[in-house]
Every structure is written in C-alpha cells, then in structure tokens.
C-alpha cells in the first residue's frame, strides 16, 4: 500500500508568489507583525544572496534596492493550501490534511489508472505547478517515511520497499518532529541522526523516555505506519489576493482577474468540475475626494472599507477563463467599481460540466459561451435591463411582461400550429403619447399627439377595461380603435391606431399604432 | 450585345503556346474560332468596354473580369500581330525563316504578353487541384425560407438567408405584420431570433397571438439608433441565429437617411455567407443595393364590422363597431433571387398576371368568434362593412 507527501517547502512565500509569478526571478521578502516594528519571516534565495536574513526589520530590508516586500497574507495562504488540496484529490480521493504545508495521499489502487510510482509523483509535481506551487513529493510504502523524506529532499523521490530506512539514515533526527526535551535529551546522548536512532535498543529507550521514543524509534527505522485521518473532499473555490498599492484603472485591475480566474479554472477542471457563477467582491480604498463615490447600494454596513459586489451568472458551466474574463471586463466597464481596489476575493461556484451533444438534424443555434459574451457585450451599450426575453405577467393590465435572462438552455423545440390567417401586428408607444381628442357626442372625431392634428375616418370603441381595483395602482381606461387621417403631413398620412381615456387621469393617451 | 457572354466563351489564356501545359487545359483553351474571327472578337471586347466606360455604367465587381479580358484581347491582337511579321520564305529545307520586324511592338503590347504568360504559367501549375483559377467565383442563389404569409412567399421566393431583406412603408402599412410572421416561423422551426428594437416599440402580447415563440427571441431596446446599429453588429458577429431584425420604423425618416452607405454595406458583408437572415423595417428604403430584397408596403382598405347588440347600452355605442383588419399591399422593388431565376420569369409570363411584383393579402387585428352578447349575426354582410357607424 504505497503513501505519497506533498510538501511545499517556504510555504508563507509560496502563498504570495503563486498569484505574483514575476516574482520568482526576483529577490522577495514576506514581513509580519505589527506596525511598524514588521520582521521578515519568510525569503527567496536571491533575497538570500542580496544578505537578507530571517528577522530582520522591513527598515533594513528596504537598504537593498532590488528586493520586493510584501505583507504575510493568511487568506493566500488559505487558497493556496485549497488549492494544494484541490491538485491532491484529483489524484487520489483519500487524503490526509497533515499541515497547511503537508498533504498526505493513499496511493492505492492508482497504478493503473496513472502508471507506475514515478510516473504518479510526476503528475502530482505537473499539477502543482499548474496551480503556481513547487512542491516536494515522496511516495513510499510507509506513511511516515515518505512524509519525512517531502520535507528533506527536493524533487520526486520514491523509496522502494523495504528500503526506507536506507533512504532515512542521514537525514538529522530533527526531522523526526519530535519535542524539544526529546530533543535535548537525545543531543545529549548524542543521537543526531536516524541511523543512530534506530540503532538504540527499544526496550530501553521506552524505559528513558516512554512510549515517545518507541514511536520516533520506529519511524527512525522506517517501520512506523499509521492510517490516515482522511479529510472530506471540499467544493469550496475562493481566491484572495491583497494589493501592496491599490489599483484604480480596468487594465492592471484585469490582468489580476484573468491570474485568479485562471487559478480557479484549473482547480475546478483538476476536480472534473465546471464554473457555474462567480462572486467578486472588491475591498475598495476609501477615498475623500468628492469625484470617488462608490454606490451607496454595494456598501457593506458591517466592514469598515466599502465593499464592491459583481457577480456573474452563466447560463452553462463553464472553465473558460478567458470567457469569464471577458463577461467581468464588460460587466466592470458598465458599472465601474468608482473608487482603487485594494483586495480582491473571488468565490466560484461549481457545477457538473456540460454534457448535452448537438443534433446532426437540429437548426443551428449560437454557441452558449459565444451567446453569452455577445449578450455581454450588447448589455454593456444599451443596459443590462434591457437585453432578455420577454416573459409575460399573469394580468389583464395592458403591456404587462418582464425581461428575464436569455438563455440558450430554455430554447426548446416547438410545434407552432400553422397560423390560417395572418395576424396583424401592433407597435407600442412607450410611455404612451399624451393626445388632444375632441368629441361629438361619445365619439372622437379629432385627434392630436405630437404636433399631429388629425382626423377620425372610423372609430370602434369605446370599450372599458380595468383591474387591479383592490391595489393602490388601479387602471380603469376606455379603449378606441381608431382610423386616423392626417392631412397637414407631407405626404399625408393615414393609420390605424389605438387611442385610450384614463379614466382616474382624465386623460387621453396614444397606445400605440397597428402596421 | 452580352459581353460577359461572349467574354466566357472565349479562352482567358492561350495554352497552346505553352509545352508545359496539361492536355485538359490545352483542350479547354483552344479557341474555336478562326483567326480573323479571334481578332474581330478581342476587337469587339476593348470596344465593348470603351462604350461602358463613356456610359458611366461601369459594372461594380467585374472590373477583375474587364481587366483580364482586356488584358487577353490585347496579347491575342499582338500575338497574331507578331505571328504576321513571322511569316516569311521557306528555304530549301522546309524551315520558316522569321523576318525581321520592321518596327519595334509597343511597351504595353510587350508587358500584357508578359502577363499573360504569367497567368498561362500560374494555371498549369493549379491545373490539377484548382480549375480556372482566374475565372470569377459563380455566386450561388441564397436559400430561401418562408415568411409565413404565402403570397408574399410566392412573389419573392421567401426570405434569403445570408443577405439583407429591407421592408420599407408608412404607418400600418404592414410592416410590423410581416416581422411577427417571419419570426413566428423562424421560431417555429427551433431557431433563435433577435429583434433590434430601435425605440423599444415590440408588443410581446401581440408577437405571441401571431405564434412567436417569446423564449427563443432575444429583445434588444435601444434608446437611439446608434444603439440599434451596435447590437446589430455584435449580434451578427457573434452568429448562430435564424434572423436578426432591426426595426427603424419609429426612428425619424432623416435620422435614418444619416447613415452611411458604408454601413449597410458592412452589415450585408458581415452576414453573408452565412444563415441568418437580416431583416430591417424602416420608413424608406435606406439600403439601396445593399439588401438582396425590398419590399415596399402599403396600406390599402380596411375591414370595419358591425356587430349589433341584442341590449342597448348607454355607455357603449350602438351599433358596435370591430376593427376585424385590413388588406395589405406589398410590392417588389428588388429581388436578387428572381433575377437570377430564368425560370421565375417564365412562369409569371404564363400566368398571365400584369404585375408580378405586387402582392395583396389580408391583415386580421380580432379574430372572428361568437360574441360573448350571443350575436346572432356572426358574419357581417360585406354591405355592412363600410358602413360609418357614425
């Protein structure tokens, strides 16, 4: 029963620079602490080279021109360690979160789904690297052993069986992850590697220090095992990222989006999954200037920084991230957040993946994803409320219906009974025209809209409708359908069209014309 | 005289000359006419082309065509020329001796024999994938579909998919009547549609009577007519549906006339060659020669019913009076697709209808029912109808 451990060597730095990958060729420092007395906890090796030193102030860090400080950021360290998790279960379904550094897999069962061991930790390094994370990893037929040798040696390492105390001879008993007495005890005895370890007689080992010392004696001798304390697979997909200097333009502020999207993507396509909506919520600066006013509608009364919402919808799962990238673009540029950002935390719900297939003898039909960024890019100019379909309300108030999402999932096929006749159609004034009527008798003879006198050839009507009586915005209007002449028109002009009298308003309206 | 039809029968290259050639493309060059008919032939061409030219009627999109035939005839003249100056004496030995040209050929004769062995060069080597490669690409008719209204669909052969259809007309001329009906069928046939709405004027409650399936319309209402143009651009671009409809009607006549010729020829550019139909309805006709069909609508007379009630009522009028609809007319202006079908025209010579191009059908606003009064009279007498109910 093989193991492998994936470990993720200068964790807190990884965090950061897997959003920030131009930072790995250059020299990096990660500070923390309270203001302003910031240590550095954490450092590349060009950092390391340029002299930077574990501890030391941001003041002293900052002498050295070329290195780049940047604030430990648990929320980064939390995505990351998900998305380590997310690369580990689409490899193996039984993993042990061992530490926020540390993951432990069963490999059982994989070799003929993957192949051989060496070929298993070659796509446990491959997706890791997708995900902007260089780990270590080991795989041996001992739990302990493989979780030791992750942390001690770079790059795939996998024990043969049997062999694993040759492998964990020269590794310093440090490693072990035993506490401190033990660990003066055993320096002072002067046991400093696991050879020498497991050379002790067990009997009195246990005698000195107990049961402890048993357990470090066996993993020493790379015959400790244990199963594993499996963690359950998570469908949660975030992304944070915290700017050093907030961000007021769409171009820098989209080359962030388009990193994270594309992290999420491939964290969501390693679990055979797909993105059905995303939540973005931009930490705004808090600006004084009176031109910075974010909406009052995405202010978050709980935060003390305003907090800006987008979220998208989309009508098929998808992990194109260069199409999500687009509809946030379209969606940011419409409605803009109005003041710098200075974190990002975005939320991706998932979905199964698509699987419906085209017809060979269905009509074509758009593209859902290419659908959806054309309906994007029209909403941006004439507003997202007025791009839909329309849907019809259940009332007999006229030109009642709401525009709800277009959607190429809803489109079914139809059978339309053949029309015999030809229906006429009808073209709405919206809002309706204010008219001038004048009547003989109960009958309109002239009317006038829109410096349009006119004359009435034929009249029907009136005919009363009215509803909604027990509401607050009751209608109640008589309808005429009319046969309009205007002669004052260059040509002159003659239609037929629908003329109603409010009777609450005591007023005339144009409805709208038949063509 | 046609000088496209005599241009095609006549080769575009001289083959002969060339001993590289393949022996389908000597074949299919060798011109069937004798020498002085070859000359008058190459002759009547630059003269044809001349003629036009002074007309000012220059043919849009066959000048390649001109260019190339002139091109030809000029290198055929010079080559019978030249084959002229070679004739000379035979020696003893059977061998034509070439004479001496007494005077030097002109450049341009020189440079077009140039290009023309340039083009026999380029043919033989396409002869085996690409036949007459200089020859100009046959347009194929579009496709048509049905608008719904059967006349109109027998006038103008239905709607052309990949082009522009134009329908132009006053107030309740029809217009909109034909757009419900032709997106009821499209919609019908499963396909997805997309209504332009200049100034935001679609009756859904209508479009759904008339059978318009209201999930598969995409409604797009704009504020203005640059909104309208955008949308119609990206939602051709972005492709995949059966019709794409730009209503103008509402927009004023001169808002629409400011639009540049360039961009309804854009529009017609970018939905060719594929299956949508692009459908605009406007006041006047706007597109010019960039719609593959205009049609212009009009008004004609309308249909007043009497429906007498069995009780007389003091608020409602007595008789009352239905607007049942009225007859439409709709006629021809342009049609690509019956153009270029012969047949058609032969067919509406033996109908023997004067004008083809005119088309009349009936338009229904309330369909006819029982009266919820128990009307005793549920068809109006045709004497009734045009009774002023006063």
Redesign the interface.
């Known amino acids: 029963m093989p193991f492998a451990a994936i470990f993720v060597p200068n964790f807190t730095l990884q965090a950061i620079v897997r959003c920030e990958p131009e930072l790995h060729v250059q020299p990096i420092a990660v500070i923390e602490g309270p203001p302003p007395t910031y240590r550095i906890i954490a450092f590349n090796r060009l950092a390391e080279k340029l002299g930077v030193t574990r501890g030391m102030t941001k003041a002293n860090a900052e002498q050295f021109q070329e290195i780049r400080i940047r604030h430990r950021s648990e929320p980064q360290e939390e995505a990351a360690h998900r998305a380590l998790l997310d690369a580990a279960w689409s490899i193996s379904a039984l993993v042990e979160d061992a530490a926020p550094d540390t993951l432990l897999l069963d490999l059982s069962g994989l070799t003929r789904l993957f192949g051989t061991q060496e070929e298993i930790a070659r796509r446990t390094l491959a997706r890791s690297s997708e995900l902007g994370i260089d780990v270590h990893v080991a795989v041996s037929a001992n739990v302990e052993t493989a979780r030791i040798l992750a942390r001690a040696l770079s790059g795939p390492t996998v024990v043969p069986e049997g062999q694993e105390s040759r492998y964990l001879e020269t590794l310093p008993v440090g490693m072990l992850s035993l506490s401190q007495e033990l660990a003066d005890i055993l320096e002072r005895w002067g046991v400093t590697t696991c050879k020498s370890l497991a050379s002790l007689p067990v009997l009195s080992l246990s005698e000195r220090v107990g049961q402890e010392g048993v357990r470090l004696h066996a993993i020493a001798s790379g015959k400790g095992n244990r199963p594993l304390l499996l963690t359950e697979p998570a469908h949660h997909f975030e992304e944070w990222f915290e700017l050093e200097d907030p961000v007021d333009n769409l171009e820098p502020l989209s080359f962030l989006l388009g990193r994270l999207l594309q992290q999420l993507c491939t964290r969501i396509a390693a679990r055979v999954l797909a993105i059905r909506a995303v939540n973005v919520d931009f930490q705004l600066q808090r600006s004084f200037e009176s031109t910075a006013q974010p909406a009052r509608e995405f202010f978050n009364a709980k935060s003390s920084l305003p907090i800006y919402s987008c979220s998208l919808k989309l009508p098929i799962p998808t992990v194109d991230h260069a199409l999500l990238l687009k509809l946030l673009r379209l969606r940011l540029q419409s409605k803009p957040p109005g003041a710098p950002v200075r974190k990002i935390h975005m939320v991706a719900e998932p979905d199964r993946a698509r699987t419906t297939q085209g017809g060979l003898f ?6 859902p994803q ?2 959806e ?3 994007a ?2 909403a941006a ?2 507003g997202e409320s ?7 309300l259940d009332t007999h108030r006229p ?1 009642s ?1 709401q ?1 709800r999402k ?1 959607s ?1 999932a ?10 015999a ?10 809002p309706p025209l204010l008219a001038r009527v004048q009547l003989l008798g ?2 309109p003879t002239r009317v006038s809209f829109q410096g349009m006198p006119g004359k009435v050839v ?5 005919w ?1 409708t009215s509803g909604d009586w027990w509401e607050d915005n009751s209608w109640q209007e008589d309808v005429w ?1 009319l ?1 309009i002449h205007f002669p004052s028109e260059s ?1 002159p ?4 069209y629908r003329v109603s009298y409010d009777v609450r308003g005591e007023r005339w309206y144009v409805r ?4 | 005289m046609d000088y496209c039809e005599s241009a095609r029968s006549f080769p575009l290259s001289s083959a002969s000359d060339n001993p590289n050639a393949s022996p389908a493309l000597l074949e299919s060059s060798k011109c069937p006419c004798s020498e002085s008919e070859s000359i008058q032939h190459s002759r009547s061409i630059l003269e044809g082309e001349r003629k036009l030219k002074r007309a000012g009627n220059g043919v849009v999109g066959n000048h390649k065509v001109w260019a190339n035939l002139r091109a030809l005839a000029t290198a055929i003249l010079t080559d019978l020329e030249f084959d002229k100056h070679k004739e000379g004496r035979q020696n003893v030995y059977g061998e034509h001796k070439a004479k001496s040209i007494r005077s030097p050929l002109p450049r341009q004769t020189v440079m077009h024999s140039k290009s023309a062995a340039l083009r026999l060069q380029v043919e033989s080597a396409l002869a085996g994938r690409i036949v007459s490669p200089f020859r100009p690409l046959q347009i194929e008719p579009p496709c048509t579909v049905p608008s719904g209204i059967p006349a109109l669909d027998e006038a103008t052969g239905g709607l052309p998919r990949g082009c522009l259809t134009e329908i132009y007309g006053p107030p309740s001329s029809g217009k909109t009547s034909l757009l419900q009906s032709a997106l009821a069928t499209r919609t019908a046939n499963s396909e997805v549609c997309a209504l332009v709405d200049a100034q935001d004027s679609f009756d859904p409650w209508r479009a759904q009577s008339a059978g318009v399936s209201l999930r598969q319309l995409l409604w797009i209402r704009c504020k203005n007519l640059d909104h309208a143009l955008r949308s119609a651009d990206l939602l051709l671009h972005g492709g995949g549906f059966g019709m794409v409809a730009m209503d103008l009607s509402d927009t004023p006549a001169r808002l629409v006339r400011q639009i540049p010729l360039n961009a309804w020829f854009r529009l017609r550019r970018t939905v060719e060659n594929t299956s949508t139909i692009l459908l605009v309805l406007a006041r006047e006709s706007n597109a010019k020669t960039c719609a593959s069909l205009v049609l212009r609508m009009e008004k004609e007379a309308a249909a007043w019913s009497l429906r007498e009630r069995a009780t007389p009522s003091h608020r409602l009028h007595t008789p009352a009076c239905l607007f049942d609809g009225w007859t439409t007319a709709a006629e021809v202006i342009r049609s690509d697709a019956r153009r270029k079908n012969l047949h058609f025209f032969h067919q509406s010579a033996t109908q023997g209808n004067a004008r083809t191009d005119l088309v009349r059908f009936e338009l229904r606003s309330n369909p006819l029912r029982g009266d919820s009064l128990n009307d005793t009279r549920s068809l109006p007498l045709r004497r009734e109808r045009t009774k002023d109910p006063g």
């Open positions: 269905l009509p074509a039909s758009p593209d290419r659908l960024l054309t309906i890019r029209v100019v004439v007025n791009v839909g379909s329309p849907q019809l030109d219906y525009m277009f190429i809803s489109v079914t096929a139809s059978i339309q009974e053949q029309q006749e030809t229906r006429s159609g009808f073209r709405v004034f919206r109960k009958c034929h009249a029907s009507g009136p009363r359908d046969e040509p002009l003659q239609g037929f709208g014309v038949y063509d």
